[in-house]
């Protein structure tokens, strides 16, 4: 069920309460931790194929002001089973949700009063059409998405354990995500934008690679902000090896970088993902924030001059798809308000306490862009838990 979210700008106002972090440790080889207990625990628009020209989907309701967030990457079809702790086999039942890191992103930036675009290739088929006309619906700029005739919209099976963890079955060999040319690229788009957010699939194989690397490169020499979530999938890539130096490669040049845990402790070959030295190797010199992700804990945040946490929101899980994306949506959505929440460590942790109520909210529901909260639903989850 697609929500239809406000065309207005919206930056979070925290409840009638502060956290206040204690003092900082500081120190030239390990970024110190600090801990803050914060929180306890419409009808489709019509898309015809007659609106395709060529490969470019063309809009008739596009905005007059640039986004500040542009997503670029795969969006697809997640089949989500209908009861939990089966194997695909075993399922009785699928729920078709629309996915794709990138654009749950985008969706959930456009969820939460936002203003996104999204880039990226599907099929020309009955899932492409279906997925523009949800990006068009939540107010998610789609001028930049591409069709393809050859290649079909890729699919993803999830089984759900009990818990509402997940495993991926994909099918895409190839899909239209992977065939994105450079030359298909809307770069004004991109070069207007505040943010441009990016995951790693899209490294996977050429074209998209060189797709990528060419709107990474023409984001960062306008000056935007690059925002990279790897978002690991490895039975994706080739190989362990090469998905470490292909997520590896395009690492120096981000800006803000969410991880997880199990993401530092592949990119490490093994390490701690909880030792502050392990990090701290992650850390590039120009590099603005760095995210690490703890499900239900919440978050760390690493700068060149603070660090800390900031516990999340305490939920049932019902499905854990989609959650980083709305955390990312989530602190994007206040970053592309104000870059100055980086310098301020006060502001940056209430952005942070309102990222994880939108990754919390999440996982109350089956699949990602369907689940993906609304800023009124944040903010009084965010009241319930101070009450």
Known sequence: MALQATTTTFCFSPPSFRSTPPHAFTSKRRLSIKSSSGLSSSPLLSLSQSNLKGRAF????????????????????????????????????????????????????????????????????????MLANILKDNNVNNEGMRFDPGARTALAFVTLTNEGEREFMFYRNPSADMLLE????????????????????????????????????????????????????????????NARDEILSVWDTADIIKISEEEIEFLTKGEDPYDDSVVSKLFHPKLKLLLVTEGPEGCRYYTKDFSG?????????????????????????????????????????????????????????????????????????????VV
């Open 58 to 129: 063309t809009s008739d309701g596009s905005t007059t002001e640039s986004p500040s967030v542009v997503c670029f990457g795969e969006m697809l079809i997640d089949f989500v089973p209908t009861t939990s702790g089966l194997s695909l086999a075993q399922a009785p039942a699928f729920k078709k949700a629309p996915g794709g890191a990138p654009a749950n992103v985008a969706v959930g930036i456009a969820r939460l009063g936002g203003s996104s675009a999204f880039i990226g290739k599907v099929g020309e088929d009955e899932f492409g059409y």
């Open 309 to 385: 946490r900031v516990h999340g929101l305490k939920v049932e899980v019902v499905d854990t798809t989609g959650a980083g994306d709305a955390f990312v949506a989530g602190i994007l959505s206040q970053l592309a308000c104000d870059l100055s929440l980086l310098q301020d460590e006060e502001r940056l942790r209430e952005a942070l306490m309102f990222a994880n109520a939108c990754g919390a909210l999440t996982v109350k529901e089956r699949g990602a862009i369907p689940a993906l909260p609304t800023k009124e639903a944040v903010l009084e989850a965010l009241l319930k838990a």
């Open 182 to 241: 450079e030359s298909e690229l809307d770069l004004d788009l991109i070069k207007k934008a505040k943010i441009f957010h990016y995951g790693s699939i899209s490294l996977i194989t050429e074209p998209c690679k060189s797709a990528h690397i060419a709107a990474a490169k023409a984001a960062k020499e306008a000056g935007v902000i690059l925002s990279y979530d790897p978002n690991l999938r490895l039975p994706l890539w080739p190989s362990a090896d």
